[in-house]
C-alpha cells in the first residue's frame, strides 16, 4: 500500500506540473495585461505540432524546440495585435470572449495543418523509469517538473523583484496612471502575449513525450490549467504552480483509490468549490480588479 | 471590499460557463468532413447512391482515416470497372468526429439522400447510436466497429450487419491462450465507452465460464494521458497476466505506463490496437504485446493454402499502390463492408429490403480481409474464431504467434 500511495504521489506530480505549466502563462498574461487568454492550450498544442513537424523534417531537436517556440511566441504577438489591441478599450469579459473566438479558430487551423492524427515525440533522456521508494518515475516528469520550477523561479524574480515587473504589474491596476509614469500598456501587452505564447509552445513540447499530441489536446490543457490558476489565486504565480500540483495529486489518489470515471469531474468540483469558500484562492489576495 | 470579491466570483463562474459554451461551439464548428467520389463517370446508368459515416476525425480517428481511404480507393476502382450492372457508385462519405450525436445527424442527412445502405461507423459507441435510426427507417447498415452489442439480438437489428470480428470471437482466441499458458489470475483493463464495455462484458463471461479468476477490474478516458494510477492496482494484485480493451492512443499511454513500472507479467490487448499508429506511438514499449488480430497484418506469414491469402495480397498491392503505405485491419473492415454491399446490389438490385435480404440470406462464404463471411438470421456479423490469429509485437511488426 505506501508503494501504491508513492507511485499515485509522483503520477500525480507528473500531470500537476503539467496543469502548473499552463497555469503560469494564464496568470502571466493576466497579471500584465488583466485578460484571461483562454486560447492558452492552442498555444501548447500548436508549439508542440510544430516542434514534432520540424523535428520529422530532419532539424536537430533542440533547433527545432528553439524555432518553434519562437514561432508561437510571434503567432502570440501577431494575435494580441490582430484581436485583442483593437479592442483594448471593451469590457474583461468582451476580451475573455474573444480569446475564445482565437482558441476555436487556432484549433481549426490546427486542423486543417496537422489532420487529426497522435504524434509523439521522443523522450528528451533515454533510459527507463527511476525508482523512488518503491514507485517507478518516468525521466520525462522529472523535465516537466524541473521546466515548472524554472519557470516559477523566472517569473517570480521578474514580478516580485525587478522594477520593470512592477512597472507592468502596475499597468493592469490603473492604465491611466502607468500612462502617466511613462508605461505603455498597449506594448505592454503586446510582449505580455509573446511570453505566453513562447511558455505555452515551451509547455507543450515537454509534455510531448508523456501525453501524445491532438490538434484537440489545447481544449482540457486549457481547461485544467484554468482550474488550477484560480485554485491558486489568478494573479499568484506561486499559487499557479500550487494548484496545478494539488489538481494532479487529487486526480491521481482520485483515480487509484476512488474511481477513475471520477477524475474529471473532480477538476470542476474542486474549481466550485473553491470560487465559493475562497474565491480569492488558495494564495491569492484579490483586490478591485478587472478580470 | 466583500463586495467586489463576490463580484470576482461570479466574473470567474460565468467564465466556466463560457468555457463549457466553447466546447460546444468548438465541436459544432469543425469542419464537416464529407466528401463524394465517383461521379465523375458518367454512363448510361442512374447513379447508385451509397452512403458512409466515419470516425475521421476525433478520438477514434486512428480507426476512421484508413477506412475512408480505402473506400475511396475501392469506389473509383469500381466506377472505373463500369460500376454495379452499369449504374455507377456514388459514395457520400460523411465525418462523425468520434461522437454519437454527430454520427446520428450523418446517418439522417444520408437517410434523406435516399441511399441504398449505409456503411459505419468506425467505433462502437457511434455505431449503437445510428442503429435505432436505420431499424426504423429500414435502411441497411454495416458497421466497422467491435462490440457484439450492434448487431446483437438480431431480432432488433434486422437492418444492422457488421465486418469486424466480435468481442466474443477476439475474448475466445485471448481465452484459449491464457488456458495453454497456464495464466489464471488476470487484471482486466478496459476504455470507458462502448468499445471497452463491450469487451469486459465478453471477457467477464467467458472468463467465468473458463474458471480464469478477475482479480482487478479497472477503466480509464480515452482521452486520459497517464495509466499509472490504475496499473499500480494491477501490480498490487498480484495478476498473472493484464488484458488491455483499449485504441490508440490511450492504449499505446497504457503501455508505455506499464513498461515504465517494470510490470512484467505478460500484456496481452484486443484487436482495436490492430494498426501500425499503436506501435509507433508506444516507442518501443509495444514489443511483446501479445493480440488477436485479423490475418491482413500478417499476410506474408501465413500459408498459401488460406482461403483469404490471395485477396489480403490483392488489397496491400492496390493499397499501397494508391497511398504508398500498408493498409491495417480497419481499411480492412471497410473492404469488407463496401464489397458485401456491392455483392448484395449486384444481386438484389436498387430496393432496401431485398439488399438486407441478400446480405442476410446469401452471404456464405464470402471471402473477405477479416475473414470468411457466413451471415444467417442468427449471425449478422458470420466471422468465427478462425477469422483471427494471435501475433506478437516484435522488432516493431506483427509476428505470428502459432
Not at chain 1, 46 to 75: C, D, E, K, N, Q
Not at chain 2, 361 to 370: H, L
Request: glycine fraction near 10%; charge should be neutral.
Amino acid at each position: 500500500m505506501p508503494d501504491q500511495l508513492m507511485q499515485l504521489l509522483f503520477s500525480g506530480l507528473t500531470l500537476g506540473s503539467i496543469y502548473a505549466l499552463i497555469a503560469l502563462a494564464l496568470v502571466t498574461t493576466f497579471n500584465i495585461t488583466g485578460v484571461l487568454n483562454l486560447a492558452q492550450g492552442e498555444f501548447a498544442a500548436i508549439g508542440s505540432l510544430l516542434a514534432i513537424s520540424l523535428y520529422a523534417a530532419g532539424i536537430p531537436s533542440t533547433v527545432a524546440f528553439i524555432l518553434s517556440i519562437a514561432l508561437v511566441a510571434m503567432l502570440g504577438g501577431l494575435l494580441e495585435r490582430a484581436a485583442i489591441y483593437p479592442a483594448r478599450r471593451a469590457s474583461g469579459l468582451t476580451l475573455i470572449i474573444i480569446t475564445i473566438g482565437l482558441s476555436i479558430s487556432l484549433r481549426g487551423l490546427a486542423l486543417l495543418i496537422w489532420g487529426t492524427e497522435t504524434y509523439s515525440l521522443p523522450a528528451f533522456t533515454k533510459g527507463g523509469p527511476l525508482f523512488i521508494g518503491g514507485a517507478a518515475v518516468n525521466p520525462q516528469s522529472i523535465w516537466i517538473l524541473g521546466l515548472a520550477i524554472l519557470t516559477l523561479s523566472l517569473l517570480y524574480t521578474f514580478f516580485e523583484l525587478t522594477y520593470a515587473g512592477k512597472a507592468v504589474k502596475a499597468a493592469v491596476v490603473n492604465r491611466t496612471a502607468a500612462r502617466l509614469v511613462g508605461i505603455n500598456p498597449g506594448t505592454v501587452s503586446f510582449w505580455a502575449f509573446m511570453g505566453s505564447g513562447a511558455l505555452g509552445a515551451a509547455a507543450g513540447i515537454f509534455i510531448a513525450p508523456v501525453t501524445m499530441t491532438t490538434y484537440d489536446m489545447g481544449f482540457m490543457l486549457g481547461v485544467k490549467g484554468f482550474v488550477a490558476a484560480v485554485i491558486g489565486g489568478l494573479s499568484s504565480v506561486g499559487g499557479a504552480v500550487v494548484g496545478g500540483l494539488l489538481l494532479g495529486v487529487l486526480e491521481s489518489y482520485c483515480a487509484g483509490l476512488v474511481s477513475s470515471g471520477l477524475k474529471d469531474a473532480l477538476a470542476v468540483i474542486v474549481l466550485l468549490a473553491v470560487l465559493l469558500v475562497r474565491p480569492q484562492g488558495l494564495l491569492g489576495v484579490l483586490g478591485e480588479r478587472k478580470i | 471590499m466583500h463586495k467586489s470579491l463576490r463580484i470576482t466570483g461570479l466574473t470567474l463562474l460565468t467564465t466556466l460557463l463560457l468555457i463549457i459554451g466553447a466546447l460546444a461551439g468548438g465541436c459544432a464548428s469543425s469542419q464537416n468532413n464529407s466528401g463524394s467520389a465517383g461521379q465523375a463517370k458518367e454512363q448510361a446508368g442512374e447513379p447508385y447512391q451509397l452512403g458512409a459515416v466515419i470516425d475521421i476525425s476525433g478520438n477514434s480517428s486512428s480507426l476512421g482515416v484508413p477506412e475512408r481511404d480505402t473506400l475511396l480507393m475501392l469506389v473509383e476502382k469500381l466506377n472505373r470497372a463500369g460500376g454495379i450492372n452499369g449504374h455507377p457508385v456514388e459514395l457520400t462519405i460523411l465525418d462523425n468526429k468520434s461522437e454519437e450525436t454527430e454520427a446520428v445527424l450523418a446517418v439522417k442527412k444520408l437517410i434523406e439522400k435516399d441511399v441504398l445502405a449505409v456503411l459505419g461507423c468506425s467505433s462502437s459507441g457511434p455505431s449503437m447510436a445510428m442503429v435505432n435510426i436505420v431499424q426504423n427507417a429500414k435502411v441497411p447498415m454495416v458497421s466497422m466497429a467491435a462490440a457484439s452489442s450492434i448487431v446483437e439480438p438480431v431480432s432488433e437489428r434486422q437492418w444492422v450487419f457488421k465486418t469486424a470480428q466480435s468481442d466474443i470471437v477476439t475474448v475466445k482466441k485471448i481465452i484459449t491462450y491464457l488456458k495453454a499458458q497456464g495464466l489464471t489470475r488476470v487484471a482486466f483493463l478496459s476504455m470507458n465507452n462502448t468499445y471497452g464495455d463491450g469487451g469486459k462484458a465478453a471477457f467477464t463471461a467467458a472468463a467465468e465460464e473458463n474458471g480464469i479468476e478477475i482479480v482487478v477490474e479497472e477503466k480509464f478516458e480515452a482521452s486520459d494521458k497517464d495509466m499509472t494510477p490504475q496499473l499500480t492496482k494491477v501490480k498490487a494484485s498480484g495478476a498473472q497476466a493484464a488484458v488491455v480493451w483499449a485504441i490508440p492512443p490511450s492504449a499505446s499511454i497504457i503501455t508505455k505506463n506499464f513498461r515504465d513500472m517494470g510490470l512484467s507479467i505478460p500484456l496481452i490487448h484486443s484487436h482495436g490496437v490492430g494498426n501500425q499508429k499503436f506501435i509507433e506511438l508506444a516507442q518501443g514499449a509495444a514489443e511483446g504485446v501479445i493480440l488477436p488480430i485479423g490475418k491482413l497484418a500478417v499476410a506474408s506469414q501465413i500459408p498459401d493454402s488460406d482461403p483469404q491469402k490471395k485477396v489480403l495480397e490483392s488489397y496491400i498491392a492496390d493499397y499501397q499502390a494508391k497511398y504508398n503505405t500498408l493498409p491495417n485491419s480497419f481499411g480492412g473492415y471497410a473492404w469488407d463492408a463496401f464489397n458485401l454491399v456491392v455483392a448484395a446490389i449486384e444481386k438484389a438490385g436498387p430496393d432496401r429490403a431485398a439488399i438486407r435480404d441478400e446480405l442476410e440470406k446469401n452471404t456464405s462464404g464470402f471471402v473477405g480481409i477479416s475473414g470468411v463471411f457466413n451471415m444467417s438470421p442468427a449471425d449478422h456479423n458470420g466471422l468465427g474464431v478462425d477469422s483471427m490469429v494471435l501475433v506478437e509485437v516484435k522488432d516493431g511488426k506483427w509476428q505470428l504467434l502459432e
